[in-house]
């Protein structure tokens, strides 16, 4: 299993700018200067930018609550994000959107409030996909701990009932919010669910990218080939807690840090410099040109304006106005 | 040239040249093809199963993937077969739907309409027999309209289905099962939501009802009118927007206002309509607002207690006085 150079390099360029996104957001939090709290996805950068890397522009994106590696990996722009979470009237969504990311130039139609009733919307834009005869794939990335809200069933059944161009992309990072993994699923893994309505599943490694990126692949050609829908699950370990203020005391120290060591953004830097096509000064010199843009799209957020009264009563309804 | 249909041909006839005139029109939902009650009996057969598409029994996810096809080019057309199993899909009617385009900035549209079968009579039981259209008022960027007859069934379902918004189209069992007919021009035609029409013009009193209750108020002024009193009927046609300039003009002119609905009295059309009146035009009543609906019980399985429950031209009448 060999990723292409090229695609390897910006794999790991995109894991760093979702890690120095949250850790600003992190930042700015302590510095009391933004007030939306974050749902890091500090550790599982190699599930959320693996899953997105093999998507086409035109492919469709459900992502999750947790950080902002699959936004990014969908191509969302980082200044996009900023002014989204600071709720400014530039924002994709004309600050109406928060923490619900949605961006319709990176195909990204918005993210549900209520955890996995988006299982359902992600069907039908596959379904959409079908009959209109797109060619897209809609990639449904998901926590574990949303695959036990109840329409998890019939989505699954009428993907493969309809034979839908979707992947179900479920992240299992050993926590379902303040809890861990076992207090909610009485199995080793999600996947394994598929197998009642025949459809295809693998369980992979989540830390390593080029694992993540080629089981993603697999998975999006053989739902583009008009195969029907796909499950991948993705093991991986949330090192950040469930949100900004949870000190997460539940947590196991020692697994924490045996986890630390298989850092998918140190695995992958390894990799680079054995093959060759990283150096050392190379991934400073990318770790400082990461931060400076993100400190740029955090300057140029903050400066933007706020939606004002007239945004309140707008895009309630296509006419104008408020009913 | 008109010619009369019934109220289900009707509904049947919007989903037909709709289908015909934009290919990215299908019809979704429960048992569509055969259809248990006969609103898309037969589309199966022109359109074909690609375009007229059985679910599993689902609600929640059968509307949450009508939404996302909806937000992927296409404008579905899904049937929720009975009103009462709208509350299974709660979470994509109120929290996702209505509210798409405002939290994306207008990025997407949810054009997709719902047609749902409500009311009571049928001796189906508890919950099989409700109207919760009140339940639905609150979530904001919903359209809910609700037709009385052939007419306003087909013209208001064909603009449901050319909307760029989410629309509720609510057909009462009554007016399926009870086959009212009505003339329907052979031409093509569209109506507007949130106009009313006067159903019947008076002077006494304002009497507002909508669905199936137009015909109970039609019933209650040919009763009133043998002892001299002249009500005015409107019959709504559309909950959400509301023609509130049409309840106001007939009240400024009665000075009277009844409301009438088949749902539950508790926080009902009823309510929201006397507290827009008494808020906007309390000078002009001459009485307090009358409000007709259904008791805060459930639907009993006896006949007995069914018809005890339904409002109907009697509880109208009383109301009328009451007002008068």
Redesign the interface.
């Known amino acids: 299993m060999s990723v292409d150079n090229n695609i390897l390099k910006e794999l790991y360029r995109r894991m760093i700018l979702v890690r120095c996104m949250e850790d600003t957001h992190n930042k700015l939090l302590q510095e009391g200067k933004i007030q939306l709290m974050g749902h890091f996805g500090t550790g599982q950068e190699a599930v959320a930018i693996g899953v997105t890397g093999p998507l086409r522009g035109e492919d469709i994106l459900f992502g999750t609550h947790r950080g902002v590696g699959e936004y990014i990996g969908k191509g969302m722009a980082p200044r996009d994000i900023w002014l989204e979470y600071m709720g400014k009237r530039d924002s994709p969504c004309n600050g109406k959107g928060g923490l619900h990311l949605c961006d319709r130039k990176s195909n990204i139609p918005g993210l549900v409030a209520s955890l996995g009733s988006d299982f359902s919307i992600a069907v039908g834009t596959a379904l959409a996909s079908k009959m209109r005869k797109t060619g897209q794939v809609t990639l449904y990335f998901v926590g574990e701990g949303t695959c036990n809200q109840a329409d998890a069933h019939p989505s699954m059944c009428m993907a493969a009932l309809w034979k839908l161009p979707v992947v179900f992309a479920i992240c299992t990072n050993e926590f379902c919010e303040l809890s861990y993994k076992c207090d909610h699923i009485p199995t080793k893994d999600v996947a394994t669910r598929a197998a009642a309505y025949d459809i295809p599943f693998n369980i992979v490694d989540g830390q390593e990218i080029e694992t993540t990126y080629e089981a993603t692949r697999t998975a999006v050609e053989h739902a583009r080939g008009g195969n029907g829908p796909y499950v991948v699950e993705y093991k991986t370990f949330r090192m950040s807690t469930h949100f900004s203020g949870d000190p997460g005391t539940y947590v196991n120290r020692e697994e924490l840090e045996a986890w630390r060591k298989r850092d998918p953004i140190d695995l992958c830097k390894e990799k680079l410099l054995d093959k060759g096509i990283l150096s050392e000064k190379e991934d400073v010199q990318l770790r400082g040109q990461v931060q400076a843009d993100v400190d740029a799209a955090v300057s140029a957020a903050f400066a933007a304006p706020d939606p004002s009264v007239e945004d309140l009563f707008t895009d309630v309804y296509s006419g104008k106005g408020v009913i | 040239m008109a010619r009369t249909i019934t109220f289900s041909q009707a509904l049947n006839e919007a989903m037909a040249e709709e289908l015909r005139r934009d290919p ?1 029109v ?1 019809i979704i939902g429960e048992d569509v093809r055969v259809s248990c009650f006969g609103q898309t009996a037969g589309l199966v057969n022109e359109f074909g199963q ?1 375009r007229v ?1 059985n ?2 029994i ?1 609600e ?15 404008r ?1 057309v899904l049937e929720i077969m009975f009103m009462d199993f709208t509350m299974l899909a709660m ?2 009617l109120c ?2 739907l209505g509210q ?10 949810i054009p997709l309409t719902i047609r749902t079968a409500c009311g009571a009579g049928m001796r189906m039981g508890y919950g099989h027999s409700q109207c919760l259209q009140s339940q639905l008022i609150q979530a ?2 919903l ?1 809910i309209v609700e037709p009385s007859t052939p007419y306003d069934a087909k013209g208001l379902l064909k603009a449901a289905i050319r ?3 989410p629309v509720i189209v609510v057909e009462s069992k009554k007016l399926i099962f009870g086959a009212v007919q009505g003339e329907v021009p052979e031409e093509e035609y569209t109506l507007p939501f ?1 106009e009313a029409v006067i159903r019947k013009p008076g002077k006494d009193a304002t009497v507002v009802a909508v669905g199936f209750m137009c015909y109970e108020a039609l019933g209650a002024a040919q009763q009133l009118a043998q002892e001299g009193i002249d009500i005015e009927v409107i019959d709504l046609r559309s909950i ?3 023609d509130k300039d049409a309840i106001f003009k007939s009240v400024e002119k009665t000075g009277r206002l009844i409301t009438v609905e088949e749902g539950r009295i508790r926080g009902g059309l009823g309510a929201e309509i006397s507290a827009l009146a008494t808020t906007e035009y309390f000078g002009l009543l001459k009485a307090p607002v009358q409000r007709v609906a259904a008791p805060m019980v459930p639907i009993g399985g006896s006949p007995a207690l069914e018809d005890l429950y339904i409002p109907n031209k009697d509880s109208i009448v009383r109301a009328v006085k009451r007002a008068l």
């Open positions: 990215s299908f690609e598409i679910t599993p689902a929640n996810a059968i509307t949450g993937a009508a939404m996302g096809a909806a937000l992927n080019g296409l579905p979470d994509q929290n996702n798409w385009r405002y939290v994306t900035g207008g990025q997407y549209s904001p960027g359209i909307s760029d918004d949130g959400v927007p509301m």
